[in-house]
């Protein structure tokens, strides 16, 4: 079992940069391949960015592609977000999870996940 937690949330201006982060306590964070989803109000939780098992592989959604980055610091059990150029449609609870399946993309292919921290995009 792992423990995730996020933070690095905030209000900031469109146009503006956040780096989020996730840390990971318990069982060996390389043990999972690790990714990040977004929920905005009254819609549903969609995927972000992701790493392939080895880490050696990122994977992005079109919507964010070429201005978030995924990023990993193994000797310190976290994942980075690094998200640029945000824009009003950014805004929503961004959350870390460990993936214990093939599919990148996939919620259910996620077995533990964070709490999730709150980034709002003023324009």
């Known amino acids: 079992q792992v423990q995730l937690v996020e933070s690095g949330g905030g209000l900031v201006q469109a146009g503006g940069s956040l780096r989020l982060s996730c840390a990971a306590s318990?069982?060996?964070?390389?043990?999972?391949?690790m990714g990040w989803f977004r929920q905005a109000p009254g819609k549903e939780r969609d995927f972000v960015a992701a790493?392939?098992?080895?880490?050696?592989?990122?994977y992005y959604a079109d919507s964010v592609k070429g201005r978030f980055t995924i990023s990993r610091d193994n000797a310190k059990n976290t994942v980075y977000l690094q998200m640029n150029s945000l824009n009003s449609e950014d805004t929503a609870v961004y959350y870390c999870a460990a993936r214990i399946g093939s599919r990148w993309t996939r919620l259910e292919d996620y077995k533990y996940w964070g709490q999730g921290t709150q980034v709002t995009v003023s324009s």
């Open positions: 790493f392939s098992w080895s880490g050696g592989s990122t």
């Open positions: 318990g069982r060996t964070f390389s043990s999972y391949a």
